[in-house]
């Protein structure tokens, strides 16, 4: 049983007039309860030595210190909240998980999760400096190159799919806009 | 005054324990209510004439038969639905308010317009066939050309620039991905 959370009264589960689709609709005071998807924002967060072959940029990962997935290896992502713009929300995402600053670069991918109700977007970015540590959700944080990326330990498949693109786009010299759904 | 939607009881604003925003909390079942932005899902509807001039490409816009901004011209767009995904949200609203039938060509735009709590994403489609009619939310639908367009008569912002970013694209030849904000 669901309650209305403008009134208080039971909701029951029914198409509205001139809707498609079943919501929650509250017979007391008429509210509509709409649920729809939500937006999850990372960023990629890439280090690069001046000077140095191309090899050698390190991706920066979180190790996951809450469910799901403890102890697995992220981007760092979260929930957008109101208020802010896609843009902000990684920004603030990156500075609490992985106590990094980054400038982002551009969107780079948007992956529909149906299953869960969720769109991962992430954002490519420039990491500012290496003072970096672990937030409250990670138990560690670290810079990966491509050759040690820990591809079996990857938290969701979001991330990997990111990740992949990310190293692809870099070896053809062109970054690109990936945008796809996972079933 | 807010309801919790699981048990009824009224809920107070606070920052619940590790978070850092406060929130929508249930002192009775200790639920927590979080509200998170909404996705808007729409396309770009094209029609080229086979072996016409590029200039002639036509788009379809709808004119609104609700509000906000009823009687403007608008991309066919709207909110996306639980268990879809992005593209199938902007085929069903391209479906619903233009009655058109396209095929995505590719994501195009996310513009962030954190001041109503929204992300609007639009992909690049192709017409399938001319057999298009308003549905119950607009008026009228119609093909423009690009020098024709009612830019005075845009709905929103985010249709606007979008339709800038496809016209200045496509005369340089060659489609990105738009990431902004509108403040």
Redesign the interface.
């Known amino acids: 049983m669901?309650?209305?959370?403008?009134?208080?009264?039971?909701?029951t589960r029914r198409v509205p007039p001139?809707d498609?689709?079943p919501r929650?609709v509250c017979d007391a005071c008429g509210s509509i309860?709409?649920?729809?998807?939500?937006?999850v924002l990372g960023s990629i967060p890439v280090w690069e030595e001046r000077g140095k072959e191309s090899g050698q940029a390190r991706l920066l990962l979180c190790r996951r210190a809450i469910e799901p997935r403890y102890g697995y290896w992220t981007l760092p992502a979260g929930?957008?909240?109101?208020?802010?713009?896609?843009?902000?929300a990684a920004e603030r995402e990156t500075l609490?998980e992985a106590g990094a600053r980054i400038e982002l670069l551009?969107?780079f991918s948007?992956i529909?999760v149906?299953y869960v109700?969720q769109?991962h977007?992430f954002?490519r970015a420039r990491l500012l400096d290496l003072q970096f540590k672990p937030g409250?959700e990670s138990l560690e944080v670290a810079l990966f190159e491509e050759a040690k990326m820990p591809w079996k330990e990857i938290a969701f498949r979001t991330v990997g799919l990111t990740l992949k693109h990310w190293f692809a786009d870099r070896a053809r010299g062109a970054f690109?806009?990936h945008?796809e759904?996972i079933r």
């Open positions: 669901k309650f209305c959370s403008h009134c208080g009264s039971a909701v001139g498609s689709l929650a309860h709409y649920v729809n998807p939500k937006l929930f957008m909240e109101n208020d802010e713009s896609a843009g902000q609490e551009g969107a948007m529909s149906p109700n769109v977007v954002f409250v690109g806009f945008a759904d």
